[in-house]
């Protein structure tokens, strides 16, 4: 089980030939990934890693008929490329490109949310169901099939704690990096009903990071829904200044909005447990289960 | 990027939103001409890209045109939360009847723009939420459809404006969208935006914020960044060359690692420790050598440094690449300073071989590593 990506997931790669793509087209089919064709526009015609690759995705899809896409895409014109997958009825998309502007993500999310299209990304390292698949460039050999539902703002973090669980044999149902950016598809509150609804998920590790609002809505909702399985959070930039963009286009204070201090004490308002330090999310999830 | 109150004001006026007539000096005779062609009482503002700076004393309201020479003067003298004042924007003095604020932001949740706007104004945003929630307006912009006349005179109704008003401010709302959305802006306020006692309105301050991801299409913005116009430090214009993400903190463990949230996560675990990093410093997703010498230098450039913290969990990095940048920097730069490394992940035996056969030392544990820098960072190392 696990959530969104499962046996039934065949996807395309946009962006195939490019050094990322090709790279993590290879990776992806090595770890059990339905990879069924690549994109990339005026390279149509050739095979990579046995791969066929199409001009558009309207031509992939009238021969493959995908289900989901990855997009390696260059950023500006990555907005493009994705909504080129929503209008082929393409119904997961993750966006893997890094430094997508504002303007561009609000459109895509616009379409989505019109198509009913999950978005995973931008700037996100994907998503993985441990054992079974992945969408997305993320270390593989770290994951450990289990029952535990991680959701991050972060990727190599993401690892940290993942690899750290994984050495305490709790092993993960599904990794979902949502994205650093301001805009991105799915958010913490989507992540959390999913997993409330996948059987193989018994707890979840919430990852998030100076910037917005949305840990501390995710934590007004788990509190207010009466969330039926444990979670952990794990905070990152409590150390950060306000008004510097940590490294992440999301990660920033504005004034006093943002900061690591009002999303711990909202988890914690919340009953919800916060790791202090990033070692600590697997003993607070080990006393949890 | 954020951009100068002087080159808001005058994208704004450009787009037909009322501004207060003046201009830009760099010295006190440019300040005589610029007062000389305006009318008195003036208000000399220092164009600094920091908030807070009226409370700061970088505003000066003032008579006469020598006046406005000497308040130039002190104002080109001072120093704004350590940000040297470059220039001053003379204009003439608005006789304000009220201060109101209107803006422009984005809602994460709803993956929108959000246009906010208040019948308070002249203080923080956040401000005014705090201490009059209730005077807030906020309207959700249809991703698709985007702001209207007919949002704008809503907003405006809301305020409490009514006839001539009514629609002179809407057009002025509508007009600030449009700017926003020309100019790729992430945040774009009038704040204030007053209304004059003759009844018209005008922009009394405004700020831009371009979204840097959308700087690709605005090139002459971008330039202006890389010159260094854009207020960033020598170290900062550097890193964003070599698309490294650097932020200069004030502390003294330099700090390297790779992806925004790990990098995060270490400096929260060296405070935890009790250390101060003295910076932020991501190399990103598969870093080669080089890049890992440049973001180096950049942190070893800061004298305060006392000790370095390199933190690197492999994925799409590779832990021998990282090793050789790190003894290639070495090499050309000189590294005297004590180095604590933390290496594991992709390639971590060729790592840690390259770096052991060079006398380097590498640990395992994130937490491990924090402990040993603050250490050393206060009873020195090896």
Redesign the interface.
């Known amino acids: 089980m696990g959530i969104i990506i499962d046996k039934n997931t065949r996807a395309i790669v946009q962006g195939i030939t490019g050094a990322q793509g090709s790279f993590h087209t290879k990776l992806m089919q090595e770890y059990g990934t339905k990879i069924v064709a690549g994109t990339s526009p005026g390279k149509g015609g050739g095979q990579i890693h046995g791969v066929p690759v199409y001009d558009t995705v309207e031509e992939a899809q009238k021969k493959h008929s995908a289900n989901a896409s990855i997009i390696f895409v260059p950023a500006p014109f990555a907005s493009d490329a994705a909504l080129e997958a929503l209008e082929n009825g393409i119904k997961t998309v993750v966006i893997i490109t890094e430094h997508i502007p504002i303007k561009d993500a609000i459109s895509v999310m616009a379409y989505a949310k019109e198509l009913d299209v999950t978005i995973i990304g931008p700037n996100t390292p994907g998503i993985i169901t441990p054992g079974e698949n992945k969408l997305g460039i993320m270390p593989a050999h770290i994951f450990k099939p289990g029952s535990i539902g991680m959701v991050s703002r972060s990727g190599t973090l993401t690892y940290e704690i993942a690899a750290s669980l994984s050495a305490k044999d709790l092993g993960q149902s599904t990794c979902l990096g949502l994205g650093g950016d301001p805009i991105t598809g799915l958010n913490f509150i989507d992540s959390l009903k999913l997993f409330e609804n996948d059987p193989q998920t018994k707890a979840v590790v919430l990852i998030g990071e100076i910037g917005g609002n949305l840990e501390e809505l995710a934590a007004d909702y788990i509190a207010k829904e009466k969330y039926l399985k444990p979670v952990v959070a794990f905070i990152a930039g409590r150390s950060a200044p306000p008004g510097k963009r940590m490294g992440h286009a999301g990660a920033i204070i504005i004034g006093k909005a943002g900061t690591a201090e009002t999303k711990i004490e909202r988890f914690r308002d919340a009953n919800v447990k916060v790791a202090e330090k990033p070692s600590d999310v697997a003993e607070l999830l080990s006393k949890l289960l | 990027m954020k951009l100068f109150e002087y080159e808001a004001k005058s994208i704004l006026a450009k787009y037909g939103i009322p501004t207060p007539q003046g201009g830009l000096a760099t010295n006190v005779s440019q300040a005589h001409e610029v007062a000389a062609k305006l009318k008195p009482p003036f208000a000399v503002k220092a164009q600094v890209l920091v908030?807070g700076r009226g409370k700061a004393g970088g505003i000066l309201f003032v008579n006469s045109i020598a006046d406005a020479e000497e308040a130039t003067e002190k104002l080109l003298n001072m120093h704004i939360k350590d940000i040297q004042v470059r220039s001053v924007w003379i204009e003439e003095r608005l006789n304000i009847r009220k201060e109101l604020y209107f803006g422009i932001t984005?809602d994460?949740?709803n993956?929108?723009?959000l246009a906010i706007a208040s019948a308070v104004g002249g203080m923080?945003?956040?401000e005014i939420a705090t201490q009059t929630p209730r005077k807030i307006i906020k309207l959700l912009i249809n991703?698709?459809h985007g702001f209207h006349t007919f949002h704008a005179r809503e907003i405006a109704r809301k305020m409490g404006y009514t006839g001539n008003q009514l629609s002179e401010l809407g057009r002025i709302f509508e007009g600030l969208y449009h700017v926003g959305?020309d100019y790729?802006a992430?945040?774009i306020e009038m704040n204030p935006i007053v209304e004059i006692t003759n009844g018209k309105f005008a922009a009394a301050d405004a700020r831009i914020i371009i979204?840097?991801?959308?700087l690709?299409?605005h090139p002459e913005y971008r330039k202006r960044l890389l010159e260094g116009e854009g207020g960033l430090t020598q170290q900062e214009i550097e890193a964003m060359e070599n698309d490294l993400?650097y932020?200069k903190?004030d502390g003294d463990i330099g700090v390297i690692?790779?992806?925004?949230?790990?990098?995060?996560?270490t400096?929260?675990?060296?405070?935890?420790y009790k250390g101060k990093?003295a910076n932020?410093l991501?190399i990103g997703?598969g870093a080669p050598a080089e890049k890992i010498a440049t973001a180096l230098k950049i942190v070893l450039s800061d004298p305060k440094v006392k000790a370095l913290l390199i933190n690197v969990?492999?994925?799409?990095t590779r832990c021998d690449e990282v090793a050789r940048g790190i003894l290639e920097a070495r090499e050309k730069i000189g590294v005297a300073k004590p180095m604590v490394i933390r290496l594991?992940?992709?390639n971590e035996e060729e790592g840690k071989r390259i770096l052991s056969e060079a006398g380097v030392h590498v640990l395992e544990?994130?937490?491990e590593a924090a402990q040993r820098v603050v250490e050393i960072s206060k009873h020195g190392g090896k």
């Not at chain 2, 969990?313 to 799409?316: E, N, Q, R």
């Open positions: 908030a984005t994460r949740l993956q929108s723009y923080e945003i956040e991703p698709q959305m790729d992430e945040l979204d840097d991801n959308a690709f299409r993400a932020v903190l690692g790779n992806g925004a949230g790990l990098v995060m996560a400096l929260d675990t060296i405070q935890y990093p932020f991501d997703g969990l492999g994925g799409i594991v992940g992709t544990r994130m937490e």
